[in-house]
């Protein structure tokens, strides 16, 4: 590439001078502004650094006409210079090529990016992957095309059409649909059926805020209407493998089998829990009126978190008041705006809200591929940023099943000088020999930085924890905002929970029960032709696909009195619908033989497998 400064003496002035006005909007350092640099994707110069730029050049050089705006270089700034000035034009080198995408539509791309993600502009190269480099899942996604749709005049539509890696695509797709096609039919679908789905009203644009509730309000009462739409409908009796339920659609009580409980070991409702936290209740009253700080410590919260610490195996433990909570404070504690936060694909929404709240740099690596992983860590080693890296994935990943590759993140963080966090939900309880989690399953504790984990599932109680080196684990006490600046859980609840711990290492029967379920339903439900993706765990998803036909799916198996969980949109991404079947240890064999033929009848009734011969 041929510089500026080798040309002629007009060039080199006229360059020399740019370079100053733009170092002086900008604060960069002169040696940081090449002649090829992009405005906006390298440099990070919006629309209104730009003009200001413009017309402190306008001004420099006396300009009767003011420079146009569509200028994206500092080569081609200069040579606007030129012309204006009536120089000859510059010939050595070649000319910067012309932008493929439109100035506005980039701007617009740009904007929403720097808002939805709050990196700074400098940080959003134009043609960075979305997710491995930039850390732009597919929610952020949604709210940016929207953002950049609404700025640009585009319907609603687009949101749901534009599909691209880099933000140069996201901008290129979105001027393709300022230009439709002339003459161009509508497509064809069916009129009955409305194909929206929930991503449709994330990011709907009106003065009025709550015009968007309105809007979901009729799509869901009419999925309602439809029995499509089927949550958060109340229990009347305890949850064990059979359950009543309430349907405030017709307002009648119906038992179900109950295929839709994380209480994977049975315990919510084992005597000696129920007995502990009413006798703990009793003594210590109903809940604490402050955070952990601020006189809402209880001494069962120390035995409580000692022997969490115990359990997992690690020096110190910290209790949050949720799953939600803990993934939140710890993350946002520790990853700081010169920190990278490495992530998978899949993981859990609390996760990517940790990242949010963190302000770190955020990578996303494709699901369980630890060629990716490596990848993104070597990536990030050569631009370094001067802080820490930390990998965060799902011990089991909660819509999938399936568990990650624990060995080589291990591996792969001690090669690049990363740390590791193992979201184990739904693996405590129900992986390792004693149900510890990921890292006992794997043969690995003692690898694993920081082990966190929900107790609202298999230790049947509420609230949230991580395990650790105590030093981190004390600092987490004081930087984290989930924990600080919130009440924890009631002293009930963690006498529940001790009382839980007490059952697992008492009767590890029932974890020997549940695999033995686990086991018998997923090879059945195979045998069947269902696709169980790659499950490792006590999550079964039967993919199907198509939002409609697992809704439909859904409505099925509830009309044979079986409830499992309708997965759509944001729970998985858009064309990944499923259903989730979670297996518990109080499920009887005949349970396991009665769902197996409710699932194949009901795929079979509404097309997801064949029709048999």
């Known amino acids: 590439m041929t510089h500026l400064m080798d040309g002629p003496q007009d060039t080199v002035r006229i360059h020399r001078k740019v370079v100053e006005i733009i170092a002086e909007r900008t604060l960069y350092d002169e040696a940081h502004l090449l002649p090829d640099s992009h405005f906006e994707g390298d440099l990070g110069i919006d629309s209104v650094i730009l003009e200001s730029v413009l017309v402190s050049v306008g001004e420099q050089f006396g300009l009767a006409e003011r420079l146009p705006g569509d200028v994206t270089t500092i080569r081609e ?9 009536g120089l000859p034009p510059v010939t050595a080198g070649p000319a910067a090529p012309a932008a493929e ?66 933000l140069r695509g996201l901008a290129a797709g979105l001027a393709a649909l300022r230009t439709p096609v002339a003459g161009a039919p509508a497509a064809a679908g069916d009129v009955a059926w ?23 309000g009729a799509y869901r009462r009419r999925r309602e209407q439809e029995r499509l739409y089927w949550y958060g409908m109340p229990l009347v009796s305890r949850c064990e493998n059979r359950a009543v339920i309430y349907d405030e659609q017709t307002g009648r009580e119906r038992e179900f089998l109950m295929f839709a409980s994380n209480n994977y070991l049975g ?52 209790v949050y008041p949720g799953g939600y909570a803990a993934n ?34 955020r990578r996303i690596y494709r699901h369980n591929d630890m060629r990716d992983l490596e990848q993104v860590l070597r990536r990030g080693a050569e631009q370094g940023t001067g802080g820490g890296t930390l990998i965060v994935a799902d011990g089991v990943f909660s819509m999938h099943g399936d568990v990650c590759d624990l060995p080589e993140i291990v591996r792969l963080a001690k090669m690049y000088g990363a740390r590791v966090l193992i979201d184990d939900a ?40 991580v395990t650790g080196e105590e ?31 007490d059952v697992i290492e008492s009767e590890p029967e029932r974890l020997k029960r549940l695999w033995a379920n686990i086991t018998t ?27 409609r036909k697992a809704m439909e799916m859904g409505r099925a198996v509830r009309a044979r009195g079986l409830f499992c969980q309708t997965v759509v949109y944001p729970g998985v991404p858009l064309g990944d619908a499923r259903l989730r079947v979670s297996v518990t240890c109080e499920h009887t064999p005949q349970d396991l033989e009665l769902a197996t033929g409710i699932f194949i009848e009901s795929a079979t009734e509404t097309g997801v497998l064949p029709r048999s011969e």
């Open 77 to 85: 700034l200069v040579a606007r210079v030129q012309e204006a000035l």
């Open 101 to 166: 995408v439109p100035g506005p539509v980039l701007e617009a791309v740009i904007a929403a990016a720097v808002r939805q993600t709050q990196y700074e502009r400098s940080r959003l190269a134009l043609d960075a992957d979305l997710e491995s480099e930039l850390g732009i899942d597919s929610v952020i996604l949604t709210s940016l095309v929207a953002e950049a749709a609404q700025e640009l005049g585009l319907p609603e539509t687009a949101v749901g059409t534009v599909t691209a890696t880099t």
């Open 194 to 216: 409305d194909d929206r789905s929930m991503k449709d009203f994330t990011e709907q644009r009106d003065p009025d805020l709550f015009a968007k509730a309105r809007s979901f």
């Open 267 to 318: 315990l919510a409702n084992h005597p000696r829990v129920i007995d502990a936290v009413c006798d703990a209740t009793r003594t210590y009253g109903a809940t604490h009126t402050g955070s952990r700080f601020i006189g809402g410590t209880n001494m069962l919260h120390k035995e409580l978190e000692r022997r969490l610490a115990a359990f997992k195996q690690r020096p110190a433990a910290i």
């Open 328 to 361: 939140l404070g710890a993350i946002s504690g520790l990853v700081k705006s010169c920190d990278t936060l490495v992530v998978d694909k899949l993981n859990h929404m609390s996760i990517t809200d940790g990242g949010r709240l963190s302000g770190g740099l």
């Open 426 to 465: 739904h693996a405590t309880g129900v992986l390792g020999a004693r149900g510890s989690g990921t890292a006992e399953h794997f043969g690995l504790k003692g690898e694993v930085d920081l082990e966190l984990g929900t107790m609202s599932k298999a230790l049947a109680g509420m609230g949230g924890f």
């Open 471 to 501: 030093e981190v684990i004390e600092y987490l006490r004081y930087y984290s905002n989930s924990y600080v600046f919130a009440a924890n859980i009631p002293a009930g609840v963690a006498a529940g929970l001790i009382a839980s711990l």
């Open 521 to 547: 339903l997923r090879d059945g439900l195979r045998k069947a032709g269902f696709d169980l993706e790659r499950t490792e765990s006590a999550i079964l998803p039967l993919v199907i696909g198509d939002e």
